[in-house]
Structures are given as structure tokens and as C-alpha cells.
């Protein structure tokens, strides 16, 4: 079955750690995104690729930084985990072309203490 | 650069009112997208509407695109608690290749 997934679902960890938030999807789908939210509010766009080896920054500096080496693999790396990054982390996925609607995967939510 | 804007950022109703929320963008859209979130959940992709003057149904909801492809409208007819959640539109540009997502409305329904 098609689908994006992310993992973990939920992530506790303490100031100055590194960790790497996981998104895979079956779809096929050039296009990758990552967004951060606080629960219910707007959605800030961090990081998105439009293929392997491609990627670009979005609107929200959040200190992080994204790989594309595979089609299917778009993984979020926060080199020193702040509590400032506390929030959801949402990425999703899209087909190439004139957009048809974005796929979202469930979600990290991140706790920094 | 582009911009969208969505109103209101609350709405209150009771089972069984309407509810409409309003999308307007800085720029002229090539599509508009409609995504509701569940309290709790991920955004799920509602529809796309691409034609001026666009109307499209599901159920009790009714989306619509401005003559001028720089707004647009959801509305839900007789509003049921399962109706809960955030409704985000997004604009898209296609010669910038450019999504914007809106701030979101969220809905609450008093049973």
C-alpha cells in the first residue's frame, strides 16, 4: 500500500543531542517536504527537495539540515537539539507537475528538555 | 513573494450551523487546495480546485475559486461534531513552483 511514513512517532531528548527524524515513502514521489507545526497552528515549511541530490531550504531557519540520496528516503537531522525545537515535525510528499495534493506522513512529535 | 491569508483563525459553532472559512492570496493561484486536520492528527488532502470560478462538492462541504483565482471559500452546510479540526487552504503557484499554505481555521462544533 502506498504511504509516507516517519519515525519516531514520539521523541524525547535532551538539549545538545543529534538526532535524525525519518521519513520514507512508497509513492514514488519526486517531491519531499518537511514542516514543522505546534499542535493545530500554521504550518512552517523547513526544508523540501524535488529529487535525490536536490534540496533547499524554506522559510524557517530551524538549524537543521536534509538528505536525498534516494527517491524514497528524505531523513531531518538536528545537529543540537534545542528546546526551541520542540514542536511536530510533519514531512510529505507530492508528484512532480502541477501539484495534486500533498500526502502527509503521522508526524514526529519532538520534546527537547 | 506570495502570500495567504485564511479566516477566521476560531470558529465556535453549534451542531447543526454552517461554518465558512475564506482563503485569499496575494497573487493569482494556478491551483487552490483545501487539507483538514484532525486535532491530534496529520493534514489530509480535502481537494484541488484549479478553474476560475470553480464549484465543487462533497457531502455538506462546498468549495469554491474566485472568478480572479486569488480566493476562495469552504463551506459546511449543517455542521456535525465530526466536522472537529483545523481546515488549512494551500496555494500553489506553478510558475514559481511555489506552495503556500494558509494559518489554518480551526473548527469546534458544541454537540
Known amino acids: 500500500e502506498a504511504d509516507i511514513y516517519q519515525t519516531p512517532r514520539y521523541l524525547v531528548i535532551g538539549t545538545g543531542k543529534k538526532i535524525t527524524l525519518e521519513c520514507s515513502q512508497t509513492m514514488g514521489h519526486d517531491k519531499m517536504y518537511w514542516y514543522q507545526q505546534d499542535p493545530g497552528m500554521e504550518l512552517h515549511l523547513i526544508h523540501y527537495s524535488y529529487g535525490v541530490n536536490s534540496t533547499e531550504k524554506g522559510d524557517l531557519s530551524s538549524e537543521s539540515t536534509v538528505s536525498r540520496i534516494r527517491t524514497e528516503h528524505f531523513p531531518l537531522t538536528l545537529e543540537s537539539a534545542r528546546p526551541s525545537h520542540t514542536s511536530q515535525y510533519l514531512c510529505?510528499?507530492?508528484?512532480?507537475?502541477?501539484?495534486?495534493?500533498?500526502?502527509f506522513g503521522s508526524g514526529t512529535r519532538l520534546t527537547v528538555v | 513573494g506570495q502570500q495567504v491569508m485564511q479566516i477566521p483563525q476560531y470558529q465556535h459553532v453549534q451542531e447543526g450551523e454552517d461554518f465558512t472559512t475564506y482563503c485569499n492570496s496575494s497573487t493569482t493561484l494556478s491551483n487552490i487546495q483545501w487539507y483538514k486536520q484532525r486535532p491530534g492528527g496529520h493534514p489530509v488532502f480535502l481537494i484541488q480546485?484549479?478553474?476560475?470560478?470553480e464549484v465543487k462538492k462533497q457531502k455538506r462541504l462546498t468549495f469554491q475559486f474566485g472568478e480572479a483565482k486569488k480566493n476562495s471559500s469552504l463551506h459546511i452546510t449543517a455542521t456535525q461534531t465530526t466536522d472537529v479540526g483545523t481546515y488549512f487552504c494551500?496555494?500553489?503557484?506553478?510558475?514559481?513552483?511555489?506552495?503556500?499554505f494558509g494559518a489554518g481555521t480551526r473548527l469546534t462544533v458544541k454537540p
Open positions: 494551500a496555494g500553489y503557484q506553478y510558475n514559481n513552483n511555489d506552495m503556500r
Open positions: 510529505a510528499s507530492s508528484e512532480a507537475g502541477l501539484s495534486l495534493g500533498y500526502t
Open positions: 480546485l484549479v478553474k476560475s470560478g
